[in-house]
């Protein structure tokens, strides 16, 4: 990847750490620091809870798309080592092939090494994401937030905080979220070209063993 997508990761692996040792939202960006106790909420009629289960859908949506984010990282390793697994039987085939059967062999293994590297700047891109992920949650955390604060004060419940501050909480998250948006749109188109790079090499392979544009989809 490019030297721009290399600092990005860093920058990632940075935050998640610092996330690890100063809680989930510690030590790195924007962070929830105005809330609503639970009790408060406790004290208001069931009834005019409602208002708020919108907001709590959004983070619930939110918790989702990290975990997908997750599960796309993980499912990328897992291709990545089925392919390097490939690899290596199909370097075992070299061993007394003639001319011909040697250069598919050079051209599967082309193709083959091609996928690991887009494989792995697909991680790096799906890291992106990931940072990205966290960030949209703790913005739908600042809005759920901010609903409870609203409800409370239309109750005329007693409660220290201003409601602005959770009205700029959400200003301030919502500002990083729309910046990080824009590099992961960038960090995309660059994954795309990448991937027009492996499928190149891939369909130089199956072009030379015969197969149709259709069959250069698979392995």
């Known amino acids: 990847m490019t030297t721009r997508n290399e600092q990005r990761t860093m920058l ?10 100063g809680g989930l939202f510690g030590g790195c960006g924007p962070s929830l620091s105005y809330t609503v106790s639970g009790d408060l909420i406790k004290r208001l009629p069931k009834s005019s809870r409602r208002s708020v289960f919108q907001a709590e859908t959004v983070v619930t949506i939110a ?19 089925r392919t390097l697994e490939k690899i290596v039987a199909v370097k075992e085939k070299a061993s007394g092939a003639g001319a011909r059967e040697a250069q598919k062999i050079d051209l599967e293994t082309d193709m083959l090494e091609a996928k690991v590297d ?14 990205l992920a966290d960030m949209e949650l703790l913005l739908a955390k600042a809005q759920f937030e901010l609903a409870k604060v609203q409800l409370v004060k239309k109750h005329s419940i007693a409660f220290d905080d201003d409601e602005q501050d ?12 729309e910046d990080m948006r824009k590099d992961v749109e960038e960090d995309e188109a660059e ?6 790079r492996w499928l ?9 063993i ?8 698979t392995e």
């Open 12 to 21: 990632v692996m940075v935050c998640a750490m610092a996330m690890g040792i």
């Open 191 to 196: 994954l795309k070209r990448e991937e027009q």
């Open 118 to 131: 887009f494989l792995n700047d697909k991680i790096d891109h799906l890291h992106v994401r990931l940072e």
């Open 210 to 217: 015969g197969e149709s544009s259709k069959g250069w989809w």
């Open 200 to 208: 190149a090499v891939k369909k130089k392979y199956f072009s030379s």
């Open 166 to 177: 959770f009205v700029d909480q959400v200003k301030d998250i919502q500002e990083s979220v």
């Open 63 to 81: 918790v989702d798309r990290k975990s997908s984010v997750r599960r796309q990282i993980d499912g990328a390793k897992r291709e990545i080592d």
